[in-house]
């Protein structure tokens, strides 16, 4: 294997986005300021928690639903977050090898803390930063694993409301993906929250001193970034009920609402 790019200046002085959103899935993966910073949303969107687990299942729901609906063998995901014993859901890369056994599924992320739990559950995630595309499509460790004239999907969940310009990741996609590869990805919105500028501000205020800072966008900002990408049914959805018959839905936020969707990178006929 080619030697790893790498970042790992370790920072626990101050709250990491996946450190908050493990605690928020019931593990223990954090630190004083990644706890101060889970008060925090919490005191805001008490619904948090439950609404983390929802966008937790939707990211494995959806990306093993395109992987067996387009019949794709490779699955990039970015911004996994932390391995951690504790979460008792099965991970996206689970979700995609229970329907597609044979599938290349590698795993990038910035913050070293993700990298080093991923080791101690002998799974592997690359240091790969979003908005450094080349640092992930083109990264040496993968030793060619993946075949970029060949479609993708390509995982962004809860990963883009950490980023300052998401539309210029999405165009970057678009720019190196071969056609017919898909990206789902889910979003904190600010649209239809009770009370937003106390509760959104709030939680926005939460990740004023954190690694990343939080960006809550209505649901015409996140549909915006994608456009030239097809939206496959059933569109933008909160992720609680995104691919559910009603009756299956889980628990749909109140003061926290994350939307996901799938779309697809237009050209390639199946
Ligand atoms: C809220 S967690 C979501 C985890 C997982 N995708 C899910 O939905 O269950 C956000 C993840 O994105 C990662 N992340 C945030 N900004 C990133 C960036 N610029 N590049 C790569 N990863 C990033 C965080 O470290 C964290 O692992």
């Not at 649901?219 to 018959?245: M, N, Q, R, Y």
Request: aromatic share 6%.
């Amino acid at each position: 294997m080619a030697a790893e790019t790498s970042s790992d200046d370790l920072d626990f002085d101050r709250a990491a986005p996946a450190r908050v959103y493990v605690l928020l899935l019931g593990g223990r993966t954090a630190f004083a300021a990644d706890r101060e910073a889970y008060a925090k949303v919490i005191a805001n969107a008490p619904d948090a928690g439950a609404v983390a687990k929802e966008n937790y299942k939707f990211a494995g729901r959806a990306t093993a639903q395109a992987v067996q609906e387009f019949g794709i063998g490779q699955v990039v995901n970015i911004g996994p977050g932390i391995q951690d014993s504790d979460i008792k859901m099965p991970s996206v890369e689970q979700c995609v090898r229970a329907v597609a056994p044979d599938a290349v599924v590698v795993a990038f992320d910035n913050d070293p803390v993700v990298r080093t739990h991923a080791r101690t559950h002998s799974q592997r995630v690359l240091f790969g930063d979003v908005t450094d595309l080349d640092t992930i499509l083109s990264n040496p460790a993968l030793d060619d694993a993946l075949d970029l004239a060949e479609p993708m999907v390509v995982v962004l969940a809860a990963v883009l409301h950490f980023v300052d310009d998401p539309a210029a990741v999405v165009a970057g996609l678009a720019r190196r993906l071969a056609p017919g590869s898909l990206v789902v990805l889910s979003h904190a919105t600010s649209t239809d929250i009770p009370d937003k500028d106390t509760r959104v501000g709030g939680m926005t205020k939460a990740y004023d001193d954190a690694t990343s800072r939080i960006h809550f966008r209505s649901e015409e900002e996140i549909l915006g970034f994608c456009a030239g990408w097809k939206i496959l049914e059933p569109g933008l959805k909160d992720v609680a009920a995104w691919g559910l018959p009603e009756d299956e839905h889980g628990q749909l936020g109140e003061f926290v609402r994350v939307v996901g969707m799938v779309v697809r990178l237009p050209g390639r006929v199946r």
